[in-house]
């Protein structure tokens, strides 16, 4: 394990072309592997989840080329998987985990195991079990419920499926599965979440509508795509984001940012708190677009102010309310998150993670059953945080640090190595000591 201190900054400047996307990234090696000619992706994420991606594809008997910036994907079609002996490793990936199965279900004859790291093999996968069995699928999982898991391949059907919790990896994976069923499938979420699959599968010429919470996807036999463009990761891009927020004196310009309305509910959030974050965000509506906008945004630091996040905005926002916590100590007053009980299911359990990892750090933090409640000090002393093995962790507390008056070790820093493995090196080309 790598310990990493991360002294106290002056302030912040310059600016930085944020990584790729990892959730786009995941969607393009998943949709070239199951698209029958060659799909060239410009722009992929060179990290350990989304390189799990592509071990995985290829398994299934994808092949991968490189050619120069882009990777070309040889995809194997709808439903020309290659049964595989040796279980699919999904590392530490949720997301691979749970999409891939959507296209395996439709493998009419053949079965595929599916395991991956500890952090993994927490984390449940009765969510994508229960739509995908009701397609006509099987699925056995350890404990009715956790990794490893098979997925035995039917003829599906299509469904009505109302989904329980807002997922955007549910939801991605009923719609991937759908593609491989007779018919119309329609997937109903109870808020919106991250709406990159659709985006993606409308580009491939699929007929996917939306109206309201309900996507319609209708089945094919094909999937005809070119090229995919994956923009700059709005998650990764929050991390230095907020650290200019909070070192005073700071202005950063983050180049290439993905700002899809249903990625940029963080953005939304530190506007409320009062945060001078300047660029162009995507408005919503009910049109699914074919491609992603991109945006530069300007970041200066100032006042903050608390916020209470309610549950509608929890799956615009979801990887970054470690970030809305550690804002909420520098902020005048109380920043309060409602409805995010889902945190507790990423790859490490982030109520508790960042309530005790803040709380180390010297915030005043309370987990409550679905968020929690950060009473602004003005400031933090710092200390040791320990990542649990999860990137977002080891990102917030290395953010922590430059903004603390002590500076922060950062116990398993490698951990940022599944989303941004630049990070480091990005945060120091923007540091001046203090
Ligand atoms: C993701 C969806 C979110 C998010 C995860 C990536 C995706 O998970 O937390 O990091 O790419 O679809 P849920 O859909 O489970 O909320």
Request: glycine share 10%; hydrophobic share 45%; net charge negative.
């Given at each position: 394990?790598t310990?990493?201190r991360?002294?106290p900054?002056a302030h912040?400047s310059?600016?930085?072309?944020?990584?790729?996307?990892?959730?786009?990234?995941?969607?393009a090696?998943?949709?070239?592997?199951m698209?029958?000619?060659?799909?060239?992706?410009?722009?992929?994420?060179?990290?350990?989840?989304?390189?799990?991606?592509?071990?995985?594809?290829q398994q299934?008997?994808?092949?991968?080329?490189?050619?120069g910036?882009?990777l070309?994907i040889r995809?194997?079609g709808?439903r020309?998987?290659?049964?595989s002996e040796?279980p699919i490793d999904?590392g530490?990936?949720?997301?691979?985990?749970?999409?891939l199965?959507?296209w395996?279900?439709?493998q009419?004859?053949?079965s595929?195991?599916?395991?991956?790291?500890?952090?993994?093999?927490?984390?449940p996968v009765?969510?994508i079990?229960?739509?995908l069995?009701r397609?006509?699928?099987?699925v056995?999982?350890?404990d009715g419920?956790?990794?490893?898991?098979?997925?035995?391949?039917?003829?599906?059907w299509?469904?009505?499926?109302?989904?329980p919790?807002a997922s955007?990896?549910?939801?991605s994976?009923?719609?991937?599965?759908a593609?491989?069923?007779?018919?119309e499938?329609?997937?109903?979420?109870?808020?919106?979440?991250r709406?990159?699959?659709?985006?993606?599968l409308?580009?491939?010429?699929?007929?996917?509508?939306r109206?309201g919470?309900?996507i319609?996807?209708r089945?094919?036999?094909e999937?005809?795509?070119?090229?995919?463009?994956?923009?700059g990761?709005?998650?990764?891009?929050?991390?230095?984001?907020?650290?200019?927020?909070?070192?005073p004196?700071?202005?950063?310009v983050?180049?290439g940012v993905g700002?899809?309305?249903?990625?940029?509910g963080?953005?939304?959030?530190?506007?409320?708190?009062?945060?001078?974050v300047r660029g162009k965000?995507?408005?919503?509506g009910?049109?699914?677009?074919?491609s992603e906008p991109?945006?530069?945004?300007?970041v200066?630091?100032?006042?903050?102010?608390?916020t209470?996040?309610?549950p509608a905005?929890?799956?615009?926002a979801i990887?970054?309310?470690?970030?809305?916590?550690?804002?909420?100590?520098?902020?005048?007053?109380?920043?309060v998150?409602?409805g995010?009980?889902e945190l507790?299911l990423?790859e490490?359990?982030r109520?508790?993670?960042?309530?005790?990892?803040?709380?180390?750090?010297g915030?005043s933090?309370?987990?409550?059953?679905d968020g929690?409640?950060?009473?602004g000090?003005?400031g933090?002393?710092?200390?040791?945080?320990k990542?649990?093995?999860?990137?977002?962790?080891a990102m917030?507390?290395?953010v922590?640090?430059l903004?603390?008056?002590?500076?922060?070790e950062?116990?398993?820093?490698e951990?940022?190595?599944?989303?941004?493995?630049r990070?480091?090196?990005d945060l120091?080309?923007?540091?001046?000591?203090?």
């Open positions: 394990m310990t990493v991360v002294d900054a912040l310059g600016e930085l072309t944020t990584p790729a996307d990892k959730s786009l990234s995941h969607r090696a998943i949709l070239g592997a698209a029958s000619g060659p799909v060239r992706v410009r722009g992929y994420l060179d990290a350990a989840d989304t390189n799990s991606t592509l071990a995985a594809v299934l008997g994808a092949r991968i080329e490189r050619d910036d882009a070309v995809g194997v709808l020309g998987a290659a049964a040796e999904v530490n990936a949720g997301t691979l985990m749970r999409l199965p959507g395996l279900a439709a009419d004859g053949r595929f195991t599916l395991d991956g790291d500890a952090s993994i093999r927490r984390r009765d969510r079990a229960e739509p069995r397609m006509g699928a099987g056995e999982a350890t419920r956790l990794p490893p898991f098979t997925v035995s391949g039917a003829r599906l299509a469904v009505t499926y109302e989904m919790v955007a990896q549910v939801k994976c009923v719609l991937l599965a593609l491989g069923a007779d018919g499938t329609t997937v109903s979420e109870p808020a919106p979440s709406d990159h699959t659709e985006r993606m409308a580009a491939a010429g699929v007929d996917v509508r109206e919470r309900h319609t996807v089945g094919v036999e999937l005809a795509l070119d090229e995919l463009v994956v923009p990761d709005p998650s990764s891009a929050a991390f230095p984001l907020a650290a200019a927020l909070i070192v004196g700071s202005r950063v983050l180049r700002v899809n309305w249903t990625r940029s963080f953005v939304r959030i530190v506007q409320r708190m009062g945060g001078d965000l995507e408005e919503p009910d049109e699914i677009a074919t991109i945006a530069d945004l300007e200066v630091a100032g006042a903050l102010q608390g209470v996040v309610e905005e929890v799956p615009l990887d970054e309310l470690p970030l809305v916590a550690l804002l909420g100590c520098f902020a005048e007053g109380e920043t998150v409602r995010a009980q507790r990423k490490s359990d109520i508790a993670s960042v309530v005790d990892g803040l709380g180390g750090l915030a933090i309370e987990a409550t059953d929690f409640v950060v009473t000090t003005g933090l002393r710092g200390g040791t945080i990542t649990h093995g999860d990137h977002r962790l917030l507390g290395a922590a640090g903004a603390s008056r002590e500076g922060v950062v116990d398993g820093m951990a940022a190595e599944v989303s941004y493995p990070f480091e090196t120091q080309s923007l540091f001046t000591s203090r």
